[in-house]
């Protein structure tokens, strides 16, 4: 059996989608419906069932994509890492949010590097859940971090930890607002006070109002910068409210640096996902580091 066709099968079964394998493949469309129709005629049975949106497969397709899928993994990792005499040291391609990413993952990642540098490499790199979701589609990245669960068989995702959002300022801000104040009126309370955010959308101040006041903020950003550690920093300076993860502000708050503004009974929380390719856990250096993150998170808590 052709292992082109077999690799086009497995992409597409993960893909759930013709036009979307054809994109991961660099292949025309109807390049690869010719490629699996011709493993079709070679098996004698349907492998797929072509829907309104993508193609479902048939119970034959699904047993095929479950025998033939680890064994081209484990071919793709032979043809990409080579055949060197280092041949233990493998390269993890991670992606994720710049803060999480450095402040968590990476630090607990680096101990699989070994003290003698012959484990585990590391290359990382930062972007949204969406251009991370797609990088790891493509096949850019072997493991992601992100807040989004994936959706389709093309990518697998299992829950990694939730962190707790809290609402900080500068202590003048609190001083101003007072505690009494704050509890009595809620979010009215807040109305003046200029919010630090990430987007122009305001989706962490966005969220935390929906779940904690039952509301939207009234305010727009006074300074908007697309990192959390640089909204720490202004937020920590006084330009305004901010909220952050609890992971990324604890030692701003026991310094001092910051307070928190409010002490919910259900603080929001955000969820953060392990996704990789489906099937691609079966490579030693992609499971190994999915299991000493997921093993990590539960110290994080």
């Not at 493993?39 to 309104?52: K, S, Y």
């Not at 699904?62 to 081209?72: I, N, S, W, Y």
């Not at 509890?183 to 929906?210: Q, T």
Request: charged share 20%; aromatic share 4%; with cysteine.
């Amino acid at each position: 059996m052709d292992l082109a066709l077999l690799r086009t099968f497995v992409t597409v079964h993960r893909a759930g989608s013709f036009t979307r394998a054809a994109a991961l493949l660099g292949l025309s469309q109807p390049a690869v419906t010719s490629q699996i129709r011709t493993l079709e005629r070679q098996l004698g049975r349907p492998l797929f069932l072509r829907q309104a949106r993508g193609v479902t497969p048939t119970t034959i397709g699904d047993e095929l994509a479950h025998k033939a899928a680890p064994h081209l993994d484990a071919l793709v990792e032979i043809t990409e890492t080579g055949l060197d005499e280092d041949s233990s040291l493998r390269t993890l391609h991670l992606a994720g949010p710049p803060e999480f990413t450095a402040k968590r993952a990476l630090p607990a990642l680096t101990e699989l590097i070994g003290d003698d540098g012959q484990g585990l490499a590391l290359r990382a790199s930062f972007g949204n859940a969406e251009e991370t979701l797609e990088g790891l589609a493509a096949g850019h990245h072997d493991l992601a971090i992100t807040t989004a669960r994936p959706r389709g068989a093309l990518l697998t995702a299992t829950p990694l930890c939730d962190e707790e959002h809290v609402l900080v300022a500068a202590p003048r801000w609190m001083a101003r607002v007072g505690a009494g104040k704050l509890r009595r009126k809620g979010a009215h309370a807040l109305e003046d006070l200029p919010i630090v955010e990430v987007h122009e959308s305001l989706p962490l101040v966005a969220r935390y109002w929906a779940s904690v006041f039952d509301s939207r903020p009234a305010a727009s950003g006074a300074v908007v910068v697309p990192d959390l550690r640089a909204v720490l920093a202004c937020a920590a300076a006084g330009a305004g409210l901010a909220v952050l993860p609890r992971y990324l502000c604890t030692e701003a708050l026991d310094r001092g640096d910051v307070v928190a503004l409010l002490d919910p009974a259900v603080p929001p929380l955000r969820t953060y996902f392990l996704v990789v390719r489906t099937g691609t856990l079966a490579m030693p250096h992609i499971a190994r580091a999915h299991e000493w993150l997921l093993r990590a998170a539960a110290d994080w808590a």
